[in-house]
């Protein structure tokens, strides 16, 4: 029989900085601004005998199997099963692996409330935090940035919660309309925030609000409230662990290994599906398919980081030029990468600055990188509904194309493609790339006649570097919005 340890977590900054996963999950990130991260030592194994025994198990059977090792310490199992099973349940958020080719299955991870993969993991952090919060008799406000899903899958996730409110910051005009009324008309406890700028900006704001102790101590009367729900959360990076467990179990379950291929955005797929080969999933390849914002492939290949101006492109939600997540990757592969910050106010001056080079070699093993072009994306949306009848949104092109760039190497490995959102949520890309409006999801059909609730920031971010920057006024405002709108907060603490 296994005997398994408590696992703690540990600043990507500072490893003698440790938490347990709730003081984790918590702080939202540590207080030297690092991201908590298992040690790479400590990453639990599961044996090929209990991979196979996933092969009919349900999708929220499979997260209690791959969760269980990390939270068994801190949740009585019961707990954690009614926690996952509630989260996942077959009739609210539906998993489907589907078999394109000989050689080639699509993951739908696109079936849960807000028609987004991001679900998965917001309905995990919602469900866990809360548990927490009412063990422990408190209240938090959750900040999330978002370049797309992410806002309104935890909005959604976060509604209603009876310890929980939410703020969530989207850059004006680079949403689409459906993903923002996800957002926006939901009311109550979820607060929208429209940004100018582009999401690094709303991450370098949320980044900023969550390591100012002393505004949340102002604001709150508790220097604790904020915590997060980006891709930064331990809480949304463990239960992306999963996904790649329930794509074996449903087409490899005889132990050969596959290659899973990620539209990569903020890098919390990517990095969870990193964590999954290390738990011991057969993964031969790890294939991390960005768009023209290719930063990434550009220092895996080069060896040097250079973030640059963020550019537009059809696969919104991965409009990111310095994923939060890389800082994890990085550390993964024995590396030291870090955001410069003025001492005096904690605003980022130089971001992805690595001071300990990551073990290259190995990185490239285990993971290929390609940018696709804009053009690319409806290229390829429109070769697969004109071969296979499928239609893709512009994540899922990505994942797709990025496997047939791989493959012109010659690797035959069977590959998942992880599709990321509903195409009902793109209509104009779609028919751009195919002719065809795709139906909108009906739960996005029904908010369509919801009125919103916005707050807008005035401020104008910092190009003065060219590329667009969170702007001292920017931060100013929102701390100032923020305050008045949990001014009740401040009286009832104090």
Not at 13 to 40: C, H, I, Q, S
Not at 93 to 100: A, F, H, L, N, S
Not at 468 to 486: L, M, T, W
Request: charged fraction near 25%; include cysteine.
């Amino acid at each position: 029989m296994t005997v398994m340890k408590q696992i703690f977590y540990r600043s990507t900054n500072n490893r003698a900085e440790k938490a347990d996963f709730e003081t984790a999950l918590l702080r939202g990130m540590a207080p030297d601004y690092g991201l908590y991260m298992v040690d790479r030592g400590d990453i639990p194994k599961l044996g090929m005998d209990a991979i196979r025994a996933m092969g009919p198990m349900s999708y929220g059977a499979i997260a209690f199997e791959v969760l269980r090792p990390y939270l068994w310490a801190e949740i009585p199992d019961a707990a954690l099963a009614g926690l996952l099973d509630d989260a996942y349940r077959e009739e609210t958020i539906p998993t489907e692996v589907q078999r394109v080719t000989e050689d080639t299955s699509i993951m739908w991870l696109t079936k849960g409330p807000t028609y987004s993969f991001k679900d998965y993991a917001a309905r995990f952090f919602g469900r866990i935090l809360n548990y927490f919060l009412e063990r422990r008799g408190l209240r938090r406000v959750v900040i999330v940035a978002t370049s797309g899903d992410t806002g309104g899958a935890v909005a959604h996730a976060l509604w209603g919660l009876s310890n929980v409110d939410n703020i969530v910051f989207f850059p004006k005009g680079a949403v689409s309309e459906g993903q923002r009324r996800q957002m926006t008309t939901l009311g109550g406890n979820v607060h929208a925030f429209e940004v100018k700028g582009d999401f690094d900006v709303c991450q370098a704001l949320a980044k900023n609000l969550l390591g100012d102790r002393s505004f949340a101590e102002k604001a709150f009367g508790d220097a604790d409230r904020l915590t997060s729900a980006n891709s930064i959360s331990l809480g949304r990076l463990l239960p992306q662990a999963v996904y790649p467990f329930f794509a074996y179990a449903r087409v490899a379950a005889d132990g050969r290994p596959i290659i899973a291929s990620i539209p990569s955005g903020n890098f919390g797929d990517m990095m969870g599906t990193v964590i999954a080969k290390a738990m011991g999933l057969p993964l031969s390849r790890i294939i991390c398919g960005v768009n023209e914002n290719r930063e990434f492939p550009d220092f895996l290949y080069g060896n040097t980081y250079t973030v640059s101006a963020s550019r537009r492109s059809p696969s919104s939600a991965m409009i990111v030029s310095h994923p939060s997540n890389l800082a994890r990757l990085v550390d993964f592969y024995g590396g030291h990468m870090v955001d410069e910050r003025d001492p005096a106010t904690g605003n980022v001056v130089r971001a992805g600055v690595i001071e300990r080079m990551p073990d290259m070699e190995e990185m490239r093993r285990d993971l290929f990188s390609v940018s696709v072009d804009n053009p690319q994306h409806y290229r390829t949306m429109k070769e697969v509904f004109g071969k296979y009848r499928i239609i893709l949104d512009p994540h899922g092109s990505v994942g797709w194309r990025a496997v047939e760039l791989y493959r012109s190497g010659g690797d035959p490995t069977e590959a998942v493609v992880y599709e990321t959102a509903d195409p009902g949520k793109f209509p104009d890309d779609v028919e751009r790339a195919i002719g065809i409006v795709p139906d909108l999801p009906p739960g996005m059909e029904r908010q369509k006649r919801l009125p919103e609730r916005i707050h807008t920031l005035g401020a104008e971010p910092d190009t003065a570097a060219g590329a667009h920057s969170v702007s001292p006024g920017q931060i100013r405002e929102a701390k100032e919005k923020i305050a008045d709108i949990f001014s009740g907060d401040r009286r009832q603490a104090t």
